[in-house]
């Protein structure tokens, strides 16, 4: 089965930018859906961005469109997300998570999730 871990998480200016890695040590992720998700404190966790592995476009949040892109590595079976010009409201644990049918990126079941890593934006 998938098995996600994130790492890259830390502090970071505003303004500044930072990469995650969220890296599938288990099956590949095939015709997956592969996203990227985040929690604030005291917040409910909301979607950031994801793609098909398969292929076709990568769907972003309005929160974070411009901003923030995610690309993978087929070799390596790990996805990104470079963070640009983080803002303060960025702050939250980040996960990845991971789909065998999802119809609608942005709201499907995801089976699979990493224990998140934390991105603190500093002003």
């Known amino acids: 089965q998938v098995q996600l871990v994130e790492s890259g998480g830390g502090l970071v200016q505003t303004g500044g930018s930072l990469r995650l890695s969220c890296a599938n040590s288990?099956?590949?992720?095939?015709?997956?859906?592969v996203a990227w998700f985040r929690q604030a404190a005291g917040k409910e966790r909301e979607f950031v961005g994801g793609?098909?592995?398969?292929?076709?476009?990568?769907y972003y949040a309005d929160s974070v469109k411009g901003r923030f892109s995610i690309s993978r590595d087929i070799a390596k079976n790990t996805v990104y997300l470079q963070m640009n010009s983080p803002k303060p409201e960025d702050t939250a644990v980040y996960y990845c998570?991971?789909?065998?049918?999802?119809?609608?990126?942005?709201?499907?079941?995801?089976?699979?999730w990493g224990q998140g890593t934390q991105v603190t934006v500093s002003s």
């Open positions: 998570a991971a789909s065998p049918t999802c119809i609608v990126i942005s709201n499907c079941r995801y089976l699979y």
């Open positions: 793609f098909w592995w398969s292929g076709g476009l990568t």
């Open positions: 288990g099956r590949t992720f095939s015709t997956y859906a």
